[in-house]
């Protein structure tokens, strides 16, 4: 219950930091993928862009490596197709959940996404207003 609570508090201080600027609709936004420290890690949240695709897994070959015994070497993988971004998971041991759901088939990610790899949280984010723009 102690970590969805600091979860919950972390999500909306996300949520927050990615409000839409005015004015900025020319084109549609980047998509980025923050991950969460584990509770009790001395490790900070790591940021990744996300272009066509990005591999999640334990394998330093991944893009974005998570660190977890929970997670598969090759987890799950995050693609867009058609303009909009999908969810797989690749046969993983401990599966993929999407805001709390399991994802047994190529899942379509929303504006804001929690996904969940072992014990891994990950935040799916599109926005202008995203951490690497933030400096």
Request: overall charge negative.
């Amino acid at each position: 219950m102690v970590f969805l609570g600091l979860l919950f508090m972390f999500l909306r201080e996300v949520i927050q930091c990615f409000k839409l600027e005015s004015g900025h609709n020319s084109q549609r936004p980047p998509a980025y993928l923050v991950q969460l420290p584990l509770p009790g890690s001395s490790k900070s949240s790591q940021t990744a862009f996300l272009g066509d695709e990005i591999l999640l897994g334990r394998d330093p070959k991944s893009d974005l490596v998570l660190e977890d015994p929970f997670v598969s070497a090759t987890h799950a993988r995050i693609y867009r197709q058609g303009g909009e971004f999908w969810l797989e998971d690749l046969g993983s041991t401990n599966s993929t959940y999407l805001n709390g759901e399991l994802v047994s088939r190529p899942q379509k990610l929303t504006e804001v996404a929690v996904i969940t790899v072992g014990n891994a949280v990950v935040v799916f984010h599109t926005s202008p207003n995203s951490p690497e723009r933030k400096g």
